[in-house]
């Protein structure tokens, strides 16, 4: 996919940051909306974004700090609540009729997609939550609270020696990264190194301390108490050797949506979207013409 074949723009978040956006227009008056996990700048939708122009619009952005958006224009702006008002700003400026949504979001993406719904509810006509969970992740991070126990004393250390740890973490050759990713069976063989290239090459050039202090606040977020709420189509798609959001997470967030549906896909892992992407995008055209349309939104 060629970015001239998107319409680029940033939007202001509402301190001001400048949230950069791609929109492509779709072949119906849905309009689908994009949101990434925390250090990922797209990659997880390189195969679905053409396909969902069968469903309407194709929206994506970039979190404040992440691919081609600026820093925090207000440092202090690093959790849910900062992710959730650029949401706001970017549907505010990027579908101004407030034409139906689907929400969509993988890792992370699902509970700013949450927060999204809790924000303005009239807006949504379903979600789309991929590999991920509703809140507090770093207590969950493979199957554990380590990494909410362990985040305190990292940043600290990024705050001690922040020139070291920048090396550390920009240095590591994305070739290794890949052959590490394959090694521990976070990603499936399958899957095409090119694909794991793409993700390392964007997280080794992010602000290390910014994306730990954000991965902290929003580590502490959680979006449970309005999931019995939900009154839209969901549709919760879950890898089975998922161990950065372990598969009961998805079972738990199902059972809390009324009438949600869930998908769990045998053998894959945290990228369902690039390891299974005939079938992902299969049952989502089946989700959208089945629950979405029926309720007459599109």
């Known amino acids: 996919m060629s970015a001239s074949s998107w319409k680029e723009a940033f939007v202001l978040g509402p301190d001001s940051t400048r949230l950069y956006t791609r929109r492509r227009p779709g ?7 994009l949101c990434d996990g925390i250090a990922c700048d797209g990659f997880i939708w390189r195969y679905l974004a053409d396909e969902l122009l069968e469903v309407g619009d194709v929206v994506h952005w970039n979190y404040r700090g992440h691919g081609r958006s600026t820093a925090p224009a207000d440092a202090e702006r690093i959790d849910m609540d900062a992710l959730t008002g650029d949401l706001e700003a970017v549907r505010r400026a990027l579908n101004p009729e407030a034409r139906p949504e689907l929400l969509i979001g993988h890792s992370l993406g699902c509970q700013v997609v949450l927060e999204g719904y809790r924000a303005s509810p ?13 809140g507090r992740v ?22 001690r020696s922040p020139r070291v740890a920048r090396a550390l973490w920009s240095n590591v050759p994305p070739e290794m990264f890949t052959r ?16 794991i290239r793409r993700y390392s090459e964007h997280a080794a050039n992010i602000d290390l301390l910014m994306f730990l202090q954000m991965l ?17 189509p969901v549709l919760i798609l ?3 050797m998922d161990s950065f959001t372990p598969v009961h997470l998805a079972e738990e967030m199902a059972a809390a949506i009324p009438d949600s549906e869930l998908v769990i896909f045998p053998g894959a892992t945290h990228v369902v979207p690039v390891e299974r ?4 995008r299969e049952r989502i055209l089946s989700f959208v013409r089945e629950r979405v349309y029926a309720r007459g939104d599109g």
């Open 180 to 195: 590490v990713a394959l090694a521990l069976g976070e990603v499936d063989p399958g899957v095409s190194p090119e694909d």
């Open 122 to 134: 009239e807006r949504v006509a379903g979600m789309i939550l991929i590999c991920g969970a509703p």
């Open 277 to 280: 992407r005939d079938q992902v």
């Open 27 to 33: 072949r119906t008056e849905l309009a689908s909306i």
């Open 216 to 232: 902290r606040a929003v580590g502490e977020q959680s979006s449970e108490d309005m999931l019995a709420d939900i009154d839209v």
């Open 138 to 159: 770093t207590h969950t991070f493979k199957g554990s609270d380590a990494l909410a126990q362990a985040l305190p004393g990292i940043i600290d250390a990024v705050h």
């Open 238 to 240: 879950a890898g089975e």
